[in-house]
């Protein structure tokens, strides 16, 4: 027998289902408290200006706007693809969601995403060549 009764993939499916659970009935009153004294990103200072703070959602909007805002981001994140097996499958293997993405459009959207995912210590140079060879071999048969 062994010395557990669970395996590793055991624990990913787990962690996999909780965080999915987390994430189907997001509270709405606390995507409000979570955007109170955050910074909006479109408007945060660059990085040479130490120090300084972006406009902050609940500094920069009155009331109504301020709720027209909490109700569009609570409508993103229940809309949200249920990415949670992925994500832990990304934690548990050390890697790190990368800014580069291929985009396959389709002409009034996308019609399909390919995201990626490397090791810390893979230099910037390897991860776009490999987001740039991928997106070659795609195109080569579209």
């Given at each position: 027998?062994?010395?557990r009764?669970?395996?590793?993939?055991?624990?990913?499916?787990e962690?996999?289902?909780?965080?999915?659970?987390?994430?189907?009935d997001p509270?709405?009153?606390?995507v409000?408290?979570?955007?109170?004294?955050t910074e909006?990103?479109?408007?945060?200072?660059?990085?040479?200006?130490?120090?300084?703070e972006?406009?902050h959602w609940?500094?920069a909007?009155d009331?109504d706007?301020?709720?027209e805002?909490?109700r569009k981001?609570?409508g993103?994140?229940v809309?949200?693809?249920?990415?949670?097996?992925?994500?832990?499958?990304l934690?548990?293997?050390?890697?790190?969601?990368?800014?580069?993405?291929?985009?396959?459009?389709g002409g009034?959207?996308p019609?399909?995403r390919i995201h990626?995912?490397f090791?810390?210590?893979?230099?910037?140079?390897?991860r776009?060549?490999?987001?740039?060879?991928?997106?070659g071999?795609?195109?080569?048969?579209?």
């Open positions: 027998m062994p010395d009764p669970y395996t590793d993939d055991d624990l990913r499916a962690a996999a289902r909780q965080h999915s659970v987390l994430t189907e509270d709405y009153v606390g409000g408290e979570q955007m109170a004294d909006i990103e479109s408007h945060l200072p660059p990085a040479e200006a130490d120090g300084a972006g406009w609940d500094e909007l009331e706007q301020f709720d805002a909490q981001i609570h993103l994140i809309g949200a693809a249920d990415l949670s097996e992925w994500a832990v499958n934690g548990a293997d050390g890697l790190e969601p990368y800014d580069g993405q291929l985009t396959l459009d009034s959207k019609i399909a990626f995912a090791a810390p210590d893979m230099p910037e140079d390897m776009i060549a490999l987001v740039q060879g991928v997106g071999a795609i195109a080569r048969y579209l």
